[in-house]
């Protein structure tokens, strides 16, 4: 990952003037400058709603980068967002990230709906764009008919194209669901920051409207894919709400991800595949 050094007249309005920057590339593609941290913004409706989340939400046993306002009272200035500085790098201490991904849910349950989320993705697409598709796929009735009618080119790549089928023939295996939608961050994987002897910290909220275990079950199949995780991952949380179908929503989810996003790699397939197996087991 690279980034461009915060502009001048970012740092100024912000009240950073004096201070060099200090590339961050574990942190969003952020800069330190002193106890602050620049990171450049995606979408600017999120990383505001963020911002006003995060400057009074208390959780515990968690630290949170808190949002640092411009000399005007924005959370956002031409693409920049300022947050305090946190110590620590993301661990593969993945039964922690879950247990700070309950203890989070239990502080956010009483959010309302951001109004962007509500929104369809629409052309030309974005990474955010490509995140907000996989998790309406995982969920609708008929997996990516949305897309289809939207005229989304699907993959078409050997890998993205076997995740398609996988998640058709995981869509046949989902019942409904009674735990009730609540703002959720669907991307705690490699994001949560550990430090010695201090809480977890977390610099950002990714937000989604789904049910809390969700959450956790997308953890659980990051870090089975990815992490390195032991297989009694699976089993350790089983006691979670409808915990099975939530894993089924949650990996079909990442499957989506892979084959809509135009970063895939082929060599981060077969992973998910394994866990996609692993997950039709507990059905």
Not at 142 to 147: A, E, K, T
Request: no cysteine; charged share 20%; net charge negative.
């Amino acid at each position: 990952m690279t980034s461009v050094e915060p502009p001048e007249h970012v740092r100024a309005t912000f009240g950073l003037r004096e201070v060099t920057p200090v590339w961050l590339g574990d942190w969003d593609g952020g800069w330190r400058l002193g106890d602050v941290v620049l990171s450049p913004v995606a979408d600017h409706a999120r990383a505001a709603w963020s911002a006003k989340i995060r400057e009074t939400l208390k959780v515990d046993g968690l630290r949170l980068a808190r949002p640092v306002r411009a000399t005007d009272g924005r959370y956002v200035v031409s693409g920049w967002r300022a947050d305090t500085f946190l110590e620590g790098i993301p661990e593969p201490r993945h039964d922690e990230v879950v247990s700070v991904s309950l203890r989070l849910h239990q502080a956010t349950d009483k959010l309302e709906r951001p109004r962007f989320l509500v929104q369809p993705p629409v052309a030309p697409w974005v990474d955010v764009d490509v995140f907000v598709a996989a998790d309406r796929a995982a969920w609708e009735a008929v997996p990516l008919r949305s897309l289809r009618a939207g005229g989304i080119p699907l993959a078409t790549s050997p890998d993205g194209v076997r995740s398609m089928e996988l998640i058709g023939q995981l869509a046949t295996l989902r019942k409904p669901v009674q735990t009730p939608a609540q703002l959720v961050h669907g991307d705690l994987f490699g994001t949560v920051l550990f430090a010695g002897g201090y809480s977890p910290g977390l610099t950002d909220i990714t937000p989604y409207w789904r049910p809390a275990p969700w959450a956790a079950g997308v953890i659980v199949v990051d870090a089975l894919a990815w992490g390195g995780a032991d297989d009694g991952l699976l089993e350790r949380w089983s006691d979670l709400p409808e915990w099975p179908q939530m894993l089924l929503r949650a990996v079909m989810f990442r499957l989506a991800v892979h084959a809509l996003h135009p970063r895939s790699t082929p060599e981060a397939f077969p992973g998910l595949a394994r866990t996609a197996d692993m997950v039709r087991l507990t059905l």
